[in-house]
């Protein structure tokens, strides 16, 4: 079986911040993703669909994300349900998200807020490893500089 999703949009508005009773960090936010096609009346539409983090990448995106940057969300589709005050049964199908890229710099398009982590910037959990070291020397090794300090701007980082 596989539930895996991957998303590229724009964020609805800034993402909610939340910790459960156990001191858990979890995000809400929405991403509107683009229709690959237009309406009879030759508009574009849009699905607006709702992604949760968990943990350390819960904070991370509400540090970095910002209403409108352009995002890309990987994860799993969950539906739950809940009865609501009413008696009501209510069912929610929203995107576990387990790697989050952030597509465009705070510099690139609006937000505001802190500084947001370079271009491209990936978060998630896993195992998978990040090959974004190092953009300009992808090519070139690694570890050239001998045990030398390594001149690294704050912009760079994602804390």
């Given at each position: 079986?596989?539930?895996?999703?991957?998303?590229?949009?724009?964020?609805?508005?800034?993402?909610?911040?939340?910790?459960?009773?156990?001191?858990?960090?979890?995000?809400?936010?929405?991403?509107?993703?683009?229709?690959?096609?237009?309406?009879?009346?030759?508009?574009?539409?849009?699905?607006?669909?709702?992604?949760?983090?968990?943990?350390?990448?819960?904070?991370?995106?509400?540090?970095?994300?910002?209403?409108?940057?352009?995002?890309?969300v990987e994860g799993r589709i969950q539906v739950r349900n809940y009865?609501?005050?009413?008696?009501?049964?209510?069912?929610?199908?929203?995107?576990?998200?387990?790697?989050?890229?952030?597509?465009?710099?705070?510099?690139?398009?609006?937000?505001?807020?802190?500084?947001?982590?370079?271009e491209e910037s990936s978060f998630g959990g896993g195992n998978r490893?990040?090959?974004?070291?190092?953009?300009?020397?992808?090519?070139?090794?690694?570890?050239?500089?001998?045990?030398?300090?390594?001149?690294?701007?704050?912009?760079?980082?994602?804390?």
């Amino acid at each position: 079986m596989l539930n895996r999703v991957i998303l590229i949009g724009r964020l609805t508005k800034d993402p909610e911040l939340r910790y459960t009773p156990a001191g858990v960090a979890v995000t809400q936010f929405t991403l509107a993703v683009d229709r690959p096609f237009t309406s009879q009346g030759g508009e574009r539409e849009a699905d607006f669909i709702p992604v949760v983090t968990w943990r350390q990448l819960a904070e991370t995106c509400a540090n970095y994300l910002r209403k409108g940057r352009l995002t890309a969300v990987e994860g799993r589709i969950q539906v739950r349900n809940y009865e609501n005050n009413e008696g009501k049964r209510v069912y929610v199908t929203e995107v576990i998200a387990d790697n989050v890229r952030f597509l465009e710099s705070n510099r690139d398009g609006g937000g505001s807020g802190g500084q947001a982590p370079r271009e491209e910037s990936s978060f998630g959990g896993g195992n998978r490893g990040n090959n974004n070291y190092s953009r300009n020397n992808s090519n070139q090794d690694p570890f050239s500089d001998d045990g030398k300090p390594i001149d690294i701007s704050d912009d760079d980082l994602p804390f």
